[in-house]
Structure formats: C-alpha cells, structure tokens
C-alpha cells in the first residue's frame, strides 16, 4: 500500500501536540498501519518495523503513551483483552485500501481511551522499573570500582558529537532531506576523527610507558 505523509498531515494537532523524542514513532506510525490507521499494538512488532536492528521496545512502548496523551492515536482493548492502535489521523489512501481487520475502537472520548491503556502503562511502569533497578546496580559496581581506582570515567564521545539532523529535524528525518544527510556525514566523520584521535593518544601514552619502563635509571 503505497503511503505519502503530506504537509497538511503534519500540521495535525495531534501530531503538532507531540513531544518531539516521539515524532519519529508517530511519522513511522502512520507508514505502519493499515488503510484505516490501526494495527495491533505489540511493541516488539511495532520496534522492529520502525527502528529495525535497534533494540527500541521500551522506547516505543513510552512513545506510544505520549502520543495517546497528545491524542495522536488512542490505544484500546477488545472483549478479549487485546491491546490496539488506532491513529486519531489515518494518511489518506485509495477508497478501495481504507478498510481494516482490527476491531473498531469503542469510543473517541479521551476518558475512555485513557481508561483503555491501563495494560500498555502498567507494562510500561514494569519495564522502566525494571531498567531502573538495572542501572542502579550498574552504578553501584561502578561506584565500587571507582573506590579503586582514582581514574575518572571517560566522557562518551557523542556527548560532544555535532547533531545528526538539519536545524528543522535535529533528531533526523525519515523522508529525504539533504541538510539531514550533509550534517549526519558530519557527524560521523566528526565521531571517527575524535575516535582516531584517541587510539593515537592511548598508543602514545602506552609507548611512553614502555619506554620508561624499560629505562634503567
């Protein structure tokens, strides 16, 4: 089914209203669904479509309640309690396409569908919770080796990195752009030159060390 996301689709409020770390989502929503702008809500699916090779579950599954709450689309249950999407705003398509096989959504109000995600937040809750406890006790192995060591931990490259997007998507885009591309080349190459430039240093450093230790005096 072919799709085309227009100027006027982006200019909807319910996209407009959405936190821009989730726009990406939404724009890969929209190419994602079926004619009428429904699939079935499964962030593992709906990861691997959007963000393939990328492990991005947790990350849709928070997209996916921030564009509830901006009312990009509405997440429902049907009578067995399975979980769908339904976009507030479907791209347009071909009178034949716009059909569905996914349960209609049983309202539009926003206090049912709110009532309606209870599952995706709860699981939501779980993971992060889950991921918090994770790193808290990659922090504590961290803390516990640097009691150690007085060697601080390097700052990560990308922390400094030049933006991989144009000033008008400075998170990327997925249609074509040609600012985007020039400043993504740019920050790989920026990205491989500091890489480089470490490598150098710690080769260096290490040969510096070699020669000192090997000095008799």
């Not at 996209?15 to 821009?20: I, K, N, S, T, V």
């Not at 849709?60 to 309690?81: C, K, N, P, Q, T």
């Not at 309606?116 to 006790?137: K, S």
Request: glycine share 8%; net charge negative; aromatic share 6%.
């Amino acid at each position: 089914m072919q799709r085309k996301i227009s100027a006027e689709d982006l200019q909807a409020p319910g996209y407009l209203r959405a936190p821009m770390a989730a726009k990406p989502t939404a724009l890969g929503l929209w190419l994602h669904t079926d004619g009428l702008g429904r699939r079935e809500m499964v962030p593992e699916l709906i990861a691997a479509a959007i963000y393939p090779g990328e492990a991005a579950t947790e990350m849709v599954i928070e997209h996916l309640i921030m564009l509830d709450e901006s009312g990009f689309l509405e997440l429902y249950r049907d009578a067995s309690g399975a979980e769908w999407i339904s976009l507030t705003r479907p791209l347009k398509v071909d009178a034949r396409l716009a059909s569905s096989t996914c349960p209609e959504p049983p309202s539009r109000e926003r206090s049912r569908s709110f009532a309606a995600v209870g599952g995706a937040r709860e699981r939501a809750g779980e993971r992060v919770r889950a991921e918090q406890a994770e790193r808290a006790g990659q922090w504590a192995t961290w803390a516990d080796e640097q009691e150690r060591t007085t060697r601080p931990p390097a700052r990560p490259l990308l922390l400094d990195a030049p933006p991989i997007g144009c000033p008008d998507h400075p998170h990327g885009r997925f249609e074509n752009c040609g600012p985007c591309g020039t400043a993504r080349r740019r920050h790989d190459r920026w990205v491989q030159e500091a890489r480089y430039g470490e490598q150098v240093t710690e080769h260096e450093q290490a040969q510096a060390e070699s020669e000192w230790s090997d000095d008799p005096f």
